[in-house]
């Protein structure tokens, strides 16, 4: 079983900056992918940013140019830098880790964080 922690989520300002962080632990041999979704209020939870462990990175169009994922794989922790943040931004999001532990494969999901672009 592998648990995800997500931090950084708030309220801001349009055009402002956010930093989402988020920490994998338990079970996990290998993370293959990591990434970022959200979900606003009546939609579909949309993907936002993935990376790899290879780090090759894949954006929404919606937010390229302006969020930037990161990653550390020795301490198994996903980074999401959000900058010219826009109202429509505004959702709960959501960490994602696919792998392999050493019991099973995994697909996990965070509790989610709120992010509220609003002035």
């Known amino acids: 079983q592998v648990q995800l922690v997500e931090s950084g989520g708030g309220l801001v300002q349009p055009g402002g900056s956010l930093r989402l962080s988020c920490a994998a632990s338990?079970?996990?041999?290998?993370?293959?992918?990591m990434g970022w979704y959200r979900q606003a209020p009546g939609k579909q939870r949309e993907l936002v940013a993935v990376i790899t462990n290879g780090g090759n990175t894949n954006y929404a169009d919606s937010v390229k140019g302006r969020f930037t994922i990161s990653r550390d794989n020795a301490k198994n922790t996903v980074s999401l830098q959000m900058n010219s943040l826009k109202a429509e931004d505004t959702a709960v999001y959501y960490c994602?880790?696919?792998?392999?532990?050493?019991?099973?494969?995994?697909?996990?999901w965070g509790q989610g964080t709120q992010v509220t672009v609003s002035s």
């Open positions: 994602n880790a696919q792998g392999l532990g050493y019991a099973s494969v995994f697909d996990s």
């Open positions: 338990g079970d996990i041999f290998r993370i293959h992918a």
